[in-house]
């Protein structure tokens, strides 16, 4: 019994695909000189008849919902909105366009887009969107000047948990995450049904039993 949430956890990360050639993203202008404040558009292009998610991993490897582009051309935003003050989205098939109305720092990360397809979900190459970094030159101090004593930190046996996390292995948890949020939704709501089901069966046979 202890090995079946396991082999369950197992058996659904089995259903997530990245990188498909079914589903792949771009953006139609250079994202190299991103500005605060530009209009950037991002699209996704599929080859099957489905509905797409967008989500974006921020630059501390967070995922972040933004929207979900049904089929029929219908918009459903963070919190079951339909419109954002950030974002924009519409379907132009096989093309699902997300716009970021006003790029801020906020907005710095990558893109994906997510496919959901018989019971599998496909993820697109990642769209990468900073902004470039900005460089700061230290004033100089007028005349020569003596150094002063170099103060030195032992630190060989704490350096250890300074380092930072690996981002694509953040990344790939986040995803999995991510991933079996859309597959245990659907296994709980089934698991409920029979339970339901099995109720009923045991109603009836203690009816009948009675008579």
């Not at 990360?109 to 959901?116: E, L, P, Q, S, T």
């Not at 704490?158 to 859309?182: A, G, I, N, W, Y």
């Amino acid at each position: 019994m202890d090995t079946a949430p396991a082999l369950l956890l197992l058996f659904t990360l089995g259903f997530c695909e990245y990188g498909h050639g079914a589903i792949n993203a771009r953006s139609p202008k250079d994202m190299t000189r991103l500005q605060v404040g530009q209009r950037l558009e991002l699209e996704c292009r599929i080859t099957i008849h489905s509905g797409v998610f967008w989500i974006q991993q921020d630059k501390a490897g967070s995922l972040h919902f933004i929207v979900f582009i049904s089929s029929t051309s219908q918009a459903t935003f963070e919190g079951n909105h339909r419109a954002s003050t950030r974002f924009e989205a519409r379907r132009e098939h096989p093309l699902y366009h997300l716009v970021v109305k006003s790029f801020t720092p906020r907005d710095e990360g990558k893109y994906f887009c997510v496919m959901n397809f018989n019971q599998r979900l496909y993820f697109s190459p990642a769209l990468l969107a900073f902004l470039p970094a900005t460089t700061v030159v230290a004033p100089i101090a007028p005349g020569p000047t003596t150094p002063g004593p170099t103060m030195q930190w032992d630190i060989t046996e704490k350096d250890s948990c300074l380092k930072t996390p690996d981002p694509d292995s953040r990344m790939q948890e986040d995803l999995d995450h991510f991933c079996l949020v859309f597959l245990w939704v659907p296994l709980a709501g089934l698991c409920l049904l029979l339970l339901q089901l099995l109720a009923t069966i045991m109603v009836l046979h203690r009816c009948k039993a009675r008579h």
